[in-house]
């Protein structure tokens, strides 16, 4: 199948022949890579959610660090998607699901999303659960459609001269 701008030079890793391991290998060190990068993200910038917090306040506290990871990692997975389908459509074949399934799969973490959302219901705090489950979809769905609008115009090839709309720039 051919679509613009040879989308599909490179098959899926998937979809290739012969062993898979190499697939599995990659995402495997990608996602540790990711689980790291999560976790440094918790380090420095903690929710505050743990037991003891809500013990003291009688409140859990609001999941910042899930859902700025969250979007983030949507945000990046869109830059990723559109450079490597669009502009370097020439890279090895294990570089996106080393990157995309392995390092941001690792990185964004939508079970957290979830667990935290039950947190905040089991604490009577609805109206923020209800709150939570909305601004990190939202975040998400704007995070990659940005990401994906900004890798596109940044590698959106310069124009030659006299190609453009016949007006003088």
């Known amino acids: ?3 613009v701008n040879d989308l599909h030079l490179h098959p899926h890793p998937d979809h290739t022949e012969g062993s898979r391991a190499p697939v599995v290998a990659v995402v495997a060190v990608g996602g540790a890579v990711g689980a790291l990068l999560r976790y440094g993200a ?5 929710n505050g959610s743990d037991a003891h917090a809500l013990w003291r306040t009688g409140e859990a506290a609001f999941p910042w660090t899930t859902l700025l990871v969250n979007v983030v990692g949507c945000f990046l997975m869109g830059v990723l998607t559109v450079s490597l389908k669009e502009r370097f459509v020439r890279a090895p074949r294990l ?6 399934t392995g390092v941001l ?3 964004t973490t939508f079970s957290s999303y979830t ?5 905040l219901f089991e604490n ?3 109206g923020t659960a209800a709150g939570y489950l909305v601004l ?3 975040g998400a769905l704007a995070g990659v459609s940005l990401g994906v609008a900004l890798t596109r115009t940044v590698l959106r090839p310069p124009r030659r001269a006299g190609s453009g709309s016949g007006r003088d720039a």
Do not use: K, Y
């Open 95 to 100: 570089l996106n699901p080393f990157l995309g």
């Open 115 to 119: 667990d935290d959302t039950r947190r």
């Open 105 to 107: 799969g690792g990185f």
């Open 42 to 46: 918790s380090r420095v910038w903690p």
């Open 124 to 126: 009577d705090q609805a």
């Open 1 to 3: 199948m051919h679509l």
């Open 136 to 138: 990190t979809v939202a």
